[in-house]
C-alpha cells in the first residue's frame, strides 16, 4: 500500500484506536471516533474529555500509539508518536463541531473539552500476512 | 456490562487487537485474530509467527494490552496484564487448528509456530461514554 492508500482506505474510517502506557508501563488501548482533523499520515486531532484516563496518562507520559484498520480486508497501519494534551481556545475551536455541545454542554469553552494531538514519528502497515516499516517526514 | 455480556457480546468478535511496547516505550498496536483459547476474561492463547516484531517485543517487555470491541455498539473492554511467548509442543499443540500448514508449512512443529499467552490483571469496560474498571481473579 501507498500512502494514498493508507490515507483513502484506512486511516478515514469512522474509528481509530489510540494507546497510552499506564503508571505501571502497560499498554492500555480504546476505540475513538476518527480524528477531527488530520494532517496527512503525520498529525491528528481527536476530541475528548479532559478528566478522562487517556488524558491524565497522556500528560504523565506522552508515547503513544494509533492503529486504524479495515478488518475485513485484514489491512491495517499503526503509528507512534507524541500525544498532546491541548485545551487552549484556538486547539478546541479547530476540532469543534455543531452537536459536540451534547458532551460538553458549556460549548467550546467548556473546561471539560480537551484536544488530543498525536504526531507520528514513524508507522507500519499491514496487509495480510505482509507488514512494512514506514517513515514520516 | 456483567462478565457474561462482555464475554458474549465483545470477546467473542473475530478480531482482537493486541499492544507491546517498543524499546523505546511507544505503544504498538496491531488486529489479530481471536484467541484460540481463552479462560474467561482472564487467559487468552493467540498464534502467531516466532519472527514477528510483536514476539520480540514481548519477550523484551512482557507487559500488554488487549481491546475488543464492537464498534457499531460503541461498547469495548480493555485489559492490561502479562504476554509471555510460548515454543513448547503442548502449547503450540493446544491451539493448532487444521489449515494451519497454510502458516506454518511444517506443522505443528514448524519453528516458526509461536504461542502468545496473555495473562489479564485487571480491565475497563467501555460502553457509550461511560467506563469503569474492574478486577480479575
Redesign the interface.
Same mark, same amino acid.
Given at each position: 500500500m501507498n500512502r494514498a492508500e493508507i490515507e483513502q482506505r484506512i486511516v478515514s474510517r469512522?474509528?481509530a484506536?489510540v #494507546? @497510552? #502506557?499506564?503508571e &505501571? +508501563?502497560? @499498554?492500555? %488501548?480504546? &476505540?475513538m471516533l476518527a480524528p477531527r482533523v488530520r494532517e496527512g499520515l503525520r498529525v491528528f486531532y481527536f476530541t475528548t474529555d479532559t478528566h478522562s %484516563?487517556r488524558v491524565a496518562q497522556y500528560r504523565r507520559?506522552s508515547? #503513544?500509539?494509533? $492503529?486504524c /484498520?479495515d478488518?475485513e480486508r485484514f489491512v +491495517?497501519v %499503526?503509528l /507512534?508518536?507524541e500525544m498532546e494534551t491541548l485545551t487552549d481556545a484556538a486547539s478546541r475551536e479547530a476540532v469543534w463541531r455543531d452537536g459536540d455541545t451534547e $458532551?460538553d454542554p458549556l460549548g467550546v469553552d467548556d473546561p471539560d473539552d480537551c484536544v488530543l494531538r498525536f504526531t507520528a514519528?514513524g508507522g507500519?502497515t $499491514?496487509a495480510g /500476512?505482509q @507488514?512494512e516499516n514506514f517513515t514520516i517526514e
Open positions: 469512522p474509528t484506536f #494507546a @497510552s #502506557a499506564d &505501571a +508501563g502497560y @499498554s492500555c %488501548m480504546k &476505540a %484516563m507520559n508515547r #503513544a500509539g494509533i $492503529y /484498520c478488518e +491495517g %499503526m /507512534c508518536g $458532551y514519528r507500519r $499491514y /500476512c @507488514s
